[in-house]
């Protein structure tokens, strides 16, 4: 067995915003830290995809320097996340959010952040700039980086962390990691959908693999998807330019007749929901009930068009956003002219966001003795629906599980090793390798995703998440032990990766499903068309799952509660969507 061996305190696992800052804070405290990136360091995961703006209060954005109303507080974007998150957020959590986000921006700004643009509660830099930045301190904090390199499985002894199996990709060898403490920050599963707007190395590895050790996850069944997503051509498939614009300038939707997919619904309703990030679930189900009414484009979507919106608004707008007419190595200038020309482009929804993960505490800790989690690995911040900053969550939620995992890193010595479970952990993954003939995991991949967005979108009924989850234990039994490689080395075999990850998608889909199976109510992002309404009396809890024995159990529980008393009584979903808009601090509105 080529098995290369380290011993850490800390192992952070991610390469993303919240497993740097995990990994600065964690070699502060005094630990020996080592931080493993699937991809090259500070250019995989989604941070680098971000926009990226960071959110905090106004007061606090004016004491620290930068445009902010002086009248905003911590108690007002408390409320605005609570109230954006149907109340299912867990409110320890968003407390910290908001109280460690002042922290974090002067932190970033005293590493050489360069912000482009603020305003009254955002500053705006590029993703991959906040990760350049979080790079250079990482190297000059003594972080030990390992550059393309997949996390395979945890090790545990006794329900405690005692080390995890890793693959460095570019050589092909295992390696063996014997820690105190591991923590989380391996980002969402983007990859089990198609489309999506998210980098292809995300399939949501570390949720998996911390249920399979035994971690409680929750909130499966509340995924974000982005409205007006490009569908055509295949190239643009997936960008996010045209949601961009519409928030900022506006512009229409119609369906395959022509109609305005938005003029049945309450003129209040649509004014929030286009013209902030509500769009993404209120402009997603739109979308979606014209797409399953049969109005759907030749590609499966809507059509995007300027509509009564200039063309010199448009080309200011998208020429400040995507100079040239470049959008992250895309050429959008095809696309200009159709916007001049007002011609509609074909667009939908596709997964953005995921707002479960694994559970954790305010201390970030996981159900494991020494495994944390942070970012959007993790469950609590954002309950139903995310409007807020998801790089606030990440930093914030990093810097403390970094504190934290050193604190108990220098408490604790590491568990011993198990090296029989080792040497089983690797055959099983060189399986594909071992068949000489087998089914290709590219395109089972590919089955899996279009399916998943078919019938685990934004909206769904209980045939169809039937249908689905017997669809996947079919594939888990009938073609994942049947999964080979046309390659048989070890060195950068992408097919080989892939069938790693299929695992982990599959099983991060059935937790999901069920999960949705089990919520009967629409709440956020979940929206069950054969249960349209938003029930404040039995489903203002959280779905807990646990791997036990071969197979998910589904639990609930109390969502945690400090400050802000949820609603009772059961309210029609978009009744309850245009309510919980009301109750944004800008609107005067609180509970």
């Excluded at 979606?288 to 059509?303: F, P």
């Excluded at 694994?358 to 970030?364: A, S």
């Excluded at 089914?439 to 209980?462: C, D, F, M, S």
């Amino acid at each position: 067995m080529n098995l290369k061996r380290v011993e850490t305190d800390v192992l952070v696992v991610g390469g993303g915003g919240a497993g740097f800052r995990a990994a600065i804070a964690s070699k502060e405290k005094g630990t020996d830290t080592v931080l493993l990136s699937k991809g090259p360091l500070a250019r995989c995961g989604a941070s680098p995809m971000a926009g990226a703006d960071f959110t905090l209060d106004g007061n606090s954005m004016n004491k620290l320097g930068r445009e902010g109303d002086p009248n905003d507080s911590m108690g007002k974007v408390f409320n605005d996340i609570v109230s954006q998150g149907y109340f299912l957020n867990n409110q320890r959590l968003v407390d910290q959010y908001v109280k460690t986000a002042p922290r974090l921006l002067n932190d970033l700004m005293a590493y050489g952040l360069e912000i482009l643009m603020s305003d009254q509660r955002m500053i705006y830099a590029h993703g991959t700039h906040i990760m350049d930045v979080l790079l250079k301190k990482a190297r000059e904090a003594g972080v030990k980086l390992f550059e393309d390199v997949m996390l395979l499985n945890l090790l545990t002894v006794d329900g405690r962390v005692s080390g995890a199996l890793g693959l460095d990709i570019k050589s092909g060898q295992f390696i063996s990691f014997n820690t105190r403490a591991v923590i989380m920050a391996t980002g969402g599963w983007h990859k089990a959908f198609w489309p999506n707007t998210g980098m292809r190395d995300l399939s949501g590895e570390g949720i998996a693999m911390a249920s399979r050790a035994g971690a409680t996850i929750g909130n499966m069944e509340f995924v974000t998807f982005c409205c007006n997503v490009m569908y055509e051509p295949p190239m643009w498939m997936g960008s996010i330019a045209p949601y961009l614009t519409g928030l900022i300038c506006g512009g229409k939707l119609t369906n395959s007749k022509g109609d305005d997919i938005l003029a049945s619904y309450d003129p209040d309703l649509v004014k929030t929901g286009t013209s902030t990030e509500w769009n993404k679930s209120f402009v997603s189900y739109a979308s979606s009930r014209e797409i399953r009414q049969g109005n759907a484009g030749q590609n499966g979507g809507v059509y995007y068009s300027r509509g009564q919106v200039s063309w010199d608004m448009f080309k200011m707008v998208c020429e400040f956003m995507f100079p040239n007419w470049k959008y992250k190595a895309l050429d959008l200038a095809p696309w200009a002219k159709m916007l001049e020309e007002d011609r509609p482009i074909e667009v939908g929804p596709a997964v953005e966001f995921f707002d479960g993960g694994i559970v954790v505490n305010e201390r970030f800790e996981s159900s494991i003795e020494g495994l944390y989690a942070a970012g959007e690995c993790a469950l609590g911040t954002f309950g139903a629906n995310r409007v807020f900053s998801a790089i606030t969550e990440m930093l914030t939620q990093g810097l403390d599980a970094g504190e934290n995992a050193a604190a108990y890193a220098l408490r604790n010595k590491a568990a011993p090793i198990n090296e029989k479970v080792i040497g089983r952990m690797v055959e099983s993954a060189e399986k594909p390798l071992s068949r000489n003939e087998g089914l290709t995991p590219g395109a089972v991949r590919r089955e899996v995703q279009v399916k998943a967005h078919r019938y685990l979108g934004p909206i769904r009924n209980q045939r169809e998440l039937q249908d689905f989850l017997e669809f996947l234990q079919s594939v888990r039994k009938e073609k994942l032990p049947y999964l080979s490689t046309v390659s048989k080395g070890h060195v950068y075999n992408k097919e080989w990766l892939d069938a790693i990850e299929l695992e982990n998608i599959l099983y991060l889909l059935e937790a999901s499903t069920r999960s949705a199976l089990a919520r009967t109510e629409s709440r956020g992002v979940h929206i069950r068309e054969d249960h349209f309404y938003t029930d404040n009396d039995n489903w203002l809890k959280e779905s807990l799952v646990q791997y036990k024995n071969g197979r998910f159990e589904i639990s609930h529980r109390p969502v945690t509660i400090t400050s802000m008393t949820p609603p009772t009584g059961r309210l029609p979903y978009l009744e309850m969507m245009k309510k919980m808009m009301q109750m944004h601090s800008d609107t005067g509105g609180k509970h």
